[in-house]
């Protein structure tokens, strides 16, 4: 199985704030990866698709880079409604496995 | 407005059984493989099944195979989880979601209890 191994586990940022996500495959994935959001007590948010590709109506402050086994997830000018979980999947391979996630607190 | 609507969960003996359901509207649901995932409490998400457009192919994670059976019925627009042999492990949130690939969409999810 594929591991995913995500970077900070949790992370204390200030309103305003620059952040970045890591997220590391035990091996290469391709461009077989995406990003969820999830705030307690309800369903995750997709966010990003295809490494970079932004789902419909997710701002352009939320972006994806990355390739091979090394991504990133950058939000930009955070917002009070941004402090949440973040989670990275990969899709290469079954079974599909999501990295541990990020809690994103406020400083 | 894409549309995934879960029911069937409950609370459920040890050993017992439940079969989910996820009733999808809003896109071309028989054009899509479709998920179910499941978050126990307190933690992350975990990854438990998946199917292609027509039924052909079906993948479980280790931990439910042989218990846990996915399916799907395009003409009512619906995929199924049935879960068989259940454990307390099993006690989670189990949403459905769309082909990933492309841009998942989530249900709210079903609670599922396994308790005496």
């Known amino acids: 199985d594929i591991q995913m191994t995500q970077s900070p586990s949790s992370l204390s940022a200030s309103v305003g704030d620059r952040v970045t996500i890591t997220c590391r495959a035990s091996q290469g994935i391709g461009n077989y990866l995406a990003w969820f959001q999830q705030k307690p007590g309800k369903a995750p948010r997709s966010l990003i698709y295809g490494v970079s590709s932004l789902q419909s109506g997710v701002p352009s402050k939320f972006s994806g880079s990355g390739s091979g086994t090394d991504f990133t997830l950058t939000i930009t000018s955070l917002q009070p409604e941004d402090f949440a979980t973040y989670y990275c999947l990969q899709y290469y391979a079954n079974p599909v496995t999501f990295g541990q996630g990020t809690k994103l607190e406020i400083k | 407005e894409v549309q995934l609507v879960e029911s069937g969960g409950g609370l459920v003996q040890p050993g017992g059984s439940l079969r989910l359901s996820c009733a999808a509207s809003?896109?071309?649901?028989?054009?899509?493989?479709m998920n179910w995932v499941r978050q126990a409490p307190g933690e992350g998400l975990e990854w438990v099944a998946n199917m292609n457009q027509d039924g052909s192919v079906k993948n479980y994670v280790d931990s439910v195979k042989g218990r846990f059976t996915i399916s799907r019925d395009n003409a009512k627009n619906s995929v199924y989880l049935q879960l068989n042999s259940l454990r307390a492990e099993d006690t989670a949130v189990y949403f459905c979601?769309?082909?990933?690939?492309?841009?998942?969409?989530w249900g709210q999810g079903t609670l599922v209890t396994v308790s005496a």
């Open positions: 809003g896109f071309s649901f028989s054009s899509y493989w």
């Open positions: 979601t769309s082909q990933i690939s492309v841009g998942a969409s």
